[in-house]
């Protein structure tokens, strides 16, 4: 049950209480004592961060959590605070102390739950592989916490989560939508120098759809790690370095690029604990701009060890994988292992189809790739009707994503005189 820490995202949560099974649902109210029996449970096991001290319940099933108005923010069941809203409802507003406005009126409607606890849920949705609901959960986070004037910093980090979890579910318009509001944010909020900025607009600028302006978004990116160098943490910094690589590996600037990820190969050494998925995805980086090099063999010995770390940190059926396998498989494809290649694809088609859908973006992509392959073995019959396939996702998500989409650079790039 081995689990990256959500908080830091750098140590390896460890077990150290087992409490079995426990009822899931706590302050619900029942008709009858037969429902409030057969109340549901779920496991209890406890596990914490020898880095930052985190706890949480490494057994958590989001599928058996509910969180609506029959929760204990419902109080209707209450003798005393049935009786206290009916005196209140039933007081002449006159007789309330104090000027009476407009904005004094407030909705006593139910509240669905916290902000922080969709926060969690879609953390953990999104964690799980399971995009779609967690931009789902994040969707209501967000409306709550704006809604409660949240501190603007958090709400910052649900727009970043929600874009996140958005380009992992394929809606990449959505995506882009909130990068850039949590752009907005946190430049008002910290500048355009700061490393957060540079977080978001790497993030956003990787996207499929983000194919201009990319020396902008470069320069930029130069300029935050040197502004941010020394100051900046260390995973940070390498995520920024990572997206800057995969911009570079795009613009066929392969030495500045392969300098790049051997300096956040450097960073992740600075980490008091290594971040499994962080590294894998490092590793998948060398391999693709090893396989732009033509060097296919370190390719494929690079994808593997990407695969292996991720399968371990995120079981072998998690959909960070299927982009891994699909470019395990073009490599074995040049390599002329088409065997190889064939039972790779369609073990990542497989992975992909039941964890992201059939509509998915990156599907379409896989089966692009698995018709080439069945066209070299000469099954040219398979090969159309794959291939037609293909293209019926690709024209759904272009029309679904927009077409030739991109990211504004304009005056994203600032002066500094700490930068040459």
């Not at 958590?60 to 969180?67: E, R």
């Not at 007789?95 to 407009?102: D, L, T, V, Y």
């Not at 302006?213 to 940070?236: C, D, K």
């Not at 992975?351 to 998915?360: I, M």
Request: hydrophobic residues 40%.
């Amino acid at each position: 049950m081995s689990r990256t820490c959500d908080a830091c995202a750098e140590g390896t949560l460890v077990t150290f209480a087992d409490l079995g099974d426990i009822p899931v649902l706590c302050g619900v109210h029942w008709a009858d004592a037969g429902e409030a029996a057969g109340s549901p449970v779920g496991r209890m096991t406890l596990g914490y961060c020898p880095n930052c001290a985190y706890v949480r319940n490494l057994a958590f099933d989001p599928a058996v959590k509910v969180y609506d108005k029959t929760m204990d923010t419902n109080l209707h069941f209450s003798p005393a605070f049935q009786a206290l809203m009916l005196s209140a409802a039933t007081l002449p507003l006159s007789a309330q102390s104090g000027p009476k406005e407009a904005s004094d009126i407030t909705d006593l409607g139910d509240r669905p739950g916290d902000w922080s606890d969709w926060v969690s849920e879609g953390t953990a949705l999104n964690s799980a592989g399971n995009y779609s609901a967690a931009a789902r959960a994040l969707r209501q986070a967000l409306a709550l916490a704006e809604g409660a004037n949240a501190p603007e910093r958090r709400v910052i980090k649900i727009y970043e989560a929600l874009a996140s979890a958005d380009a992992n579910a394929g809606q990449y318009a959505e995506s882009e939508h909130e990068y850039e509001r949590a752009l907005v944010l946190t430049e008002k909020a910290q500048g355009r120098q700061s490393l957060d900025y540079a977080l978001l607009v790497a993030s956003m600028a990787v996207l499929p759809t983000q194919t201009e302006n990319r020396h902008a978004v470069v320069a930029l990116l130069h300029e935050a790690i040197t502004v941010n160098g020394r100051s900046g943490s260390a995973r940070e910094l390498a995520i920024v370095r990572i997206c800057l690589a995969q911009i570079l590996v795009d613009e066929r600037r392969y030495v500045e690029a392969e300098s790049v990820l051997l300096v956040a190969q450097t960073d992740f050494t600075n980490l008091k604990a290594t971040n499994p998925k962080l590294v894998a995805e490092l590793l998948h980086d060398f391999g693709v701009l090893r396989f732009r090099q033509a060097r296919y063999d370190e390719a494929v010995s690079l994808y593997t060890e990407s695969i292996r770390l991720l399968a371990h940190a995120m079981g072998d059926k998690h959909p960070s994988l299927v982009v891994p396998f699909n470019n395990l498989a073009l490599s074995y494809l040049k390599l002329g292992r088409l065997n190889d290649a064939e039972l790779t694809l369609k073990h990542a088609i497989a992975v992909c189809s039941k964890t992201l859908g059939d509509d998915h973006p990156t599907l379409g992509t896989l089966l692009e790739g698995y018709a080439v392959v069945l066209r070299k073995l000469h099954r040219n019959g398979e090969a159309k009707a794959v291939a037609a396939k293909s293209r019926e996702i690709d024209r759904a998500s272009r029309t679904r994503n927009g077409v030739g989409a991109t990211i504004s650079v304009t005056g994203l790039r600032t002066r500094s005189n700490n930068v040459p």
